[in-house]
């Protein structure tokens, strides 16, 4: 199946498990595990593409990211949210009016501009493209540790805005102990995830470092700047390019240079001898041996060729034709 899915070695960071003890296929996802894999945007539009649809994802940024885990559940808890966002804005409504209803109805109609700028911020980025099924259902604990079931549909019913306390807040004030609050219900670490946007950090690491330098008989120069560090998802081609932009700068600079000594074909000032303008296609990026494709990232070359724990070593030469 894996291979069907998966026609291209790509390796992943682990980030969720799966059984099928419930007699269907459950997905976990663990706040120590489910942050740890982030994808590019425009990865997901070619996939989606492909199968017919964009999926919202119209924008072309090619540094815009998701992390997986942290889009997956706000897509499962999606109308929750949608439902603390009303409750939320009542609230503050009532706040405002109790406090002044003349600068109430100001402040709302600055909130309300504010936030229809911030959609349209979100929407020019464009949006996570997956959602799920109201009938979805999500196995979860207590703080207390007491197992339970929920339908997304009737994940509305939790909300309780007035309940709500930030993961990690004291206890103190709780009049009965014993007895669960419906914020309560959801996991500390999954509220803040969709209400805050925020995620546990520790143990995280999103970067990779690595070296790019010339494959002995290239004859090519090494790179004024040749130890990088860059996002574990970032492809080949991007590295490609970079090292093709920067050769073309220090032959440029080299050829100059020998002009401005009297050593250049002619008085022009014009790149002679090592001035080539190379682009991404004259360049070949290998790994112990082994050329790259574009869309090869760095996380799959560490798992799947350089299979080591220190630096991935990168080399560069001038393509081969085949």
Known sequence: IFSRINPVD?????????????GTLAIHLEARQCFSTEVYANDLRTKLVALGSE????HQNDELKFNV?????????AKWKQKWDQQLAIKEKQAEADEDEVMGTEKEKDSDSSAD??????DSEGAWPYGYDDTTSIITSTSKGEAWRCRIGDLCSLVDINEYKKHGDDDNGK??????TKDELIPGWVRDCV???????TGLDFKCSFHLVPCDGSNLPRLQQGKLMAPKILHMGK????VAGKLTEQLADDANASNSDGDGDDNTGVPTKGGDVLNSDDVDI???????????NLITIRQLIWKRSDDIILHYRRRVSE
């Open 117 to 122: 700028n911030n959609n349209d911020d979100a």
């Open 10 to 22: 790509v390796a992943v960071s682990p980030w969720f498990t799966l059984d099928t003890r419930f």
């Open 195 to 201: 209400i805050d946007g925020v995620f546990p950090q």
């Open 69 to 77: 885990g942290h889009e997956v559940i706000r897509a499962l808890f």
């Open 55 to 58: 999926g919202g994802l119209h």
């Open 175 to 180: 009049e009965d102990e014993d007895e669960e």
């Open 239 to 242: 590295a490609r390019a970079y």
């Open 286 to 296: 290998l790994c112990n041996g082994k050329v790259l494709g574009n869309r090869m």
